[in-house]
């Protein structure tokens, strides 16, 4: 069975930079969708950015287009997220997710932007 672990995450100050990372075991991502989900106190949680199973489509948040990537490492069997020039608004709990009939979730890892 796919486990998912989030790990990256931390404070970082506005226009800063983090890459988080997700990595795997009990299985490859190989066929699976991934992405990156995210959830702010009070809030529900979102997408962020995901990509299909053939890895041939990325699709992202209109919030984080043009400052955050999301990919993988088929040899590492790693998902990554860098999330460039953050803002205050994109503090939350992030979630790594891989789909492929059932889904699976990450525990997730805290980002905190503030200065």
């Known amino acids: 069975q796919l486990q998912l672990v989030e790990s990256g995450g931390g404070l970082v100050q506005p226009g800063g930079s983090l890459r988080l990372s997700c990595g795997t075991s009990?299985?490859?991502?190989?066929?699976?969708?991934i992405a990156w989900f995210r959830q702010a106190p009070g809030k529900e949680r979102e997408p962020v950015a995901c990509?299909?199973?053939?890895?041939?489509?990325?699709n992202y948040a209109d919030s984080v287009k043009g400052r955050f990537t999301i990919s993988r490492d088929t040899v590492k069997n790693t998902m990554y997220l860098q999330m460039n020039s953050l803002k205050p608004e994109d503090t939350a709990v992030y979630y790594c997710?891989?789909?492929?009939?059932?889904?699976?979730w990450g525990q997730g890892t805290q980002v905190t932007v503030s200065s």
């Open positions: 997710n891989a789909r492929r009939g059932l889904i699976y």
């Open positions: 009990g299985s490859t991502l190989d066929g699976y969708g």
């Open positions: 990509i299909s199973s053939s890895g041939a489509s990325t």
